[in-house]
């Protein structure tokens, strides 16, 4: 079993992987590894918020790429929800900017 600091180590580097594979034109890739660190980051959620909420604005940014708009829309949301519980104003706005693009994509019937 891993400790709490092992996992969330662990996460940031699925994270930072995920942003690699994404920059990279695999926005596939890029969302099965990031969604692997949401589910560390889950667990640890009551202590880091903010990261969590990075992964999960990662996740939505993919999923907009991938023209999964609707399945990003909760995520942004969440995301946006997370930063502003945390005071993180530069996450907050750009995850209210990717839900905002959510909406928009959806509209699109995207």
Do not use: K, W
């Amino acid at each position: 079993m891993h400790s709490m600091e092992e996992s969330f180590e662990r996460a940031l580097e699925l994270r930072a992987r995920s942003e690699h594979e994404f920059n990279s034109g695999r926005p596939r890739v890029a969302l099965d590894t990031v969604t692997e660190a949401i589910v560390l980051l889950r667990g640890l959620t009551p202590e880091r918020p903010h990261v969590l909420g990075r992964a999960l604005h990662q996740a939505a940014r993919y999923l907009l790429a991938l023209d999964r708009a609707s399945e990003a829309l909760p995520l942004a949301r969440e995301a946006v929800g997370l930063a502003a519980s945390v005071g993180e104003d530069r996450l907050r706005l750009a995850c209210a900017a990717t839900l905002a693009a959510c909406r928009r994509a959806m509209d699109d019937g995207r």
